[in-house]
């Protein structure tokens, strides 16, 4: 069963990643941050066009990958860091779901992001 929710900790990478890695790829990505990708946490990763993502989590029994990909609308660009330190940053999970769904999470109107 997937399951994502409040408990779980959503840690969203600052910089565009190559989202034709696999389950093994990423987890050694999340290893190289020090961090323990069967922690239960869940590591959303964007690709550099901000159309595509990818959740890495494990789950009791495995590791679950979700992608999703934008049809006519792009990620916030607010996710990606301006400055050179890359790593993983916490997100809340109504910030995630926000950013999964193409909205804006800082804005008034929570507009969509079209294609620019």
């Not at 600052?14 to 922690?39: Q, T």
């Not at 239960?40 to 550099?48: A, D, H, I, T």
């Not at 990606?80 to 999970?93: A, E, I, K, P, S």
């Amino acid at each position: 069963m997937f399951s994502l929710n409040e408990s779980n900790r959503f840690m969203v990478f600052g910089n565009a990643v190559d989202l034709r890695k696999g389950i093994e790829s990423l987890c050694v990505f999340v290893r190289m941050y020090s961090m323990v990708p069967s922690d239960g946490s869940v590591y959303v990763f964007l690709n550099r066009d901000r159309t595509r993502m990818k959740l890495l989590h494990w789950e009791r029994g495995g590791y679950v990958i979700f992608y999703k990909r934008m049809e006519r609308v792009r990620i916030s660009r607010t996710v990606f860091r301006t400055d050179t330190v890359c790593g993983f940053m916490l997100m809340r999970r109504d910030e995630t779901v926000l950013l999964v769904e193409g909205v804006a999470g800082s804005s008034r109107r929570r507009k969509r992001f079209n294609f620019q």
